[in-house]
């Protein structure tokens, strides 16, 4: 084969291992946005429901059954994100998803580096017998005039 041939694989899987970093840096965005974003909201919520439970305690006070009512709608805040367990299995398809393309940026980088060595051999071989058929043809050359 020639060098240029193998230039040629050398780039495709380069451009193969970037295109899989590229993915991969924006599926991990999407988990970590995914989980953190629900995570903030949950935050917020579970605080508004504290602050209305202390005003409503403040309103009323010395009610047994409103002040239990109270208590009720205060211990049912959000759980956190790792309580879904649809938001966990989309996790889990997403960290898959970014170990799989893992392996595939690795493999690609493993065969770049792999056809980049063969190019240059192929390129060195190809310089060599440049060389040598430079050197037969001005033998020949000052042939004729001996």
């Given at each position: 084969?020639?060098?240029?041939?193998?230039l040629?694989?050398?780039?495709?899987?380069?451009?193969k291992?970037?295109?899989?970093?590229?993915?991969?840096?924006?599926?991990?965005?999407?988990?970590?946005?995914?989980?953190?974003?629900?995570?903030?909201?949950?935050?917020?919520?579970?605080?508004?429901?504290?602050?209305?439970?202390?005003?409503?305690?403040?309103?009323?006070?010395?009610?047994?059954?409103?002040?239990?009512?109270?208590?009720?709608?205060?211990?049912?805040?959000?759980?956190?994100?790792?309580?879904?367990?649809?938001?966990?299995?989309?996790?889990?398809?997403?960290?898959?998803?970014?170990?799989?393309?893992?392996?595939?940026?690795?493999?690609?980088?493993?065969?770049?580096?792999?056809?980049?060595?063969?190019?240059?051999?192929?390129?060195?071989?190809?310089?060599?017998?440049?060389?040598?058929?430079?050197?037969?043809?001005?033998?020949?050359?000052?042939?004729?005039?001996?």
């Open positions: 084969m020639s060098s240029s041939y193998y040629k694989l050398y780039k495709e899987e380069k451009d291992a970037k295109k899989y970093e590229k993915w991969i840096k924006q599926l991990q965005t999407i988990r970590q946005n995914a989980a953190g974003g629900l995570d903030d909201e949950i935050r917020n919520v579970n605080r508004e429901i504290t602050e209305l439970c202390n005003d409503l305690k403040n309103a009323v006070k010395h009610d047994q059954v409103f002040a239990s009512e109270v208590y009720e709608i205060g211990s049912n805040t959000e759980a956190g994100s790792g309580s879904d367990r649809y938001l966990r299995g989309t996790q889990s398809e997403l960290d898959e998803e970014i170990r799989d393309l893992a392996r595939k940026k690795d493999d690609a980088e493993r065969n770049s580096s792999e056809y980049y060595n063969r190019y240059e051999q192929e390129k060195r071989r190809e310089e060599e017998e440049a060389k040598q058929k430079m050197k037969e043809a001005l033998n020949k050359f000052t042939g004729l005039f001996n």
